[in-house]
């Protein structure tokens, strides 16, 4: 099948009727990358056909962020998803997702206002809202997530079961460059020394990992560790956060927890927000 690009809502009902059986969506903000990539795969491995969005939402950005300079790269996008075998593109513009300023939008609740939401204010709701958007807009029968965003994975699954909506959520695995950098499209932002302080959040993540055997206290102490070695770096990273939490509602764990967590990391290095975490486990 050829891959169609549709860029109006019109365009989109006409090529979702004209696809047969079942149908994962991927949504993106563009600037693809090989996690998304690995998420166009996921979505081949669990429906019939695959859709992917893009669209850069203005809604899910603060007022200081990087909406202007977010990386566009629709041509590089367009080959990517061709060469993945993609049905359907959706890329519309902002007056055709908006095209009147929204005043009926989803609430995130306690969980967004935890963690990344304490860093970006209204991120998560206006991710779900275009998520909700893009998912009347596209009907499909799944959707596939990266797990490096897992706070908004956590909230897309939230809001499927609280209001009910026919979507199956499929979390995908982080992609990593060589050194462990996860892949972000903020990542283009970043100089080479940049780069090298970046690795840091990563690092953290697995000195946390190594140390799982002592508990809570102990993943948090050697992440910290490496934290803090890199705060005095040049140039630094200034932490936002480092959370051990529970995966399904963002809260801080006890120092006796028992069962799976999520630690969580994000800083600034150069200006560029970014995030990581990694699934833990701590058994009874
Ligand atoms: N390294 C990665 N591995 C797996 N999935 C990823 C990775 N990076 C992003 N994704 C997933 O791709 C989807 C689209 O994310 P998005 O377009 O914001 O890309 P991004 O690289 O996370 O960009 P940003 O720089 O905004 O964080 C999300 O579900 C996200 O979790
Ligand atoms: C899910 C999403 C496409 C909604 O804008 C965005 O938050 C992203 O790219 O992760
Ligand atoms: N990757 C999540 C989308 C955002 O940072 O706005």
Do not use: W
């Amino acid at each position: 099948m050829t891959l169609v690009i549709a860029g109006t809502r019109g365009e989109l009902a006409a090529a979702r009727s004209a696809l047969t059986g079942t149908l994962a969506l991927v949504p993106t903000m563009g600037a693809l990358h090989e996690g998304h990539r690995s998420l166009i795969r996921r979505a081949r491995e669990t429906a019939d056909a695959v859709a992917v969005s893009i669209f850069v939402n203005p809604l899910q950005f603060g007022a200081n962020e990087d909406l202007d300079r977010y990386p566009r790269t629709f041509p590089d996008d367009v080959a990517a998803c061709a060469d993945e075998g993609v049905d359907l593109i959706f890329a519309p513009s902002v007056a055709e997702m908006y095209p009147t300023e929204p005043q009926v939008t989803v609430k995130a609740g306690p969980m967004g206002e935890r963690v990344e939401g304490v860093t970006r204010p209204g991120h998560f709701d206006g991710m779900l809202t275009v998520v909700l958007k893009l998912f009347h807009l596209v009907r499909p029968d799944a959707a596939i997530f990266g797990e490096k965003d897992a706070q908004q994975l956590a909230l897309v699954r939230r809001m499927v079961a609280d209001l009910n909506v026919p979507v199956e959520v499929v979390g995908a695995p982080t992609v990593r460059e060589k050194d462990g950098l996860a892949l972000s499209s903020r990542n283009r932002y970043l100089t080479d020394a940049d780069r090298v302080t970046a690795t840091a959040l990563s690092r953290a993540l697995h000195a946390g990992e190594k140390a799982a055997g002592g508990g809570p206290d102990a993943v948090r102490t050697a992440a910290r560790a490496v934290l803090d070695a890199a705060a005095s770096r040049n140039p630094p990273l200034l932490l936002d956060y480092l959370v051990l939490v529970d995966p399904a509602t963002f809260e801080e764990v006890a120092a006796g927890h028992e069962g799976p967590a999520v630690l969580a990391v994000a800083g600034r290095v150069g200006g560029t927000h970014l995030i990581d975490n990694v699934p833990l486990g701590f058994p009874a």
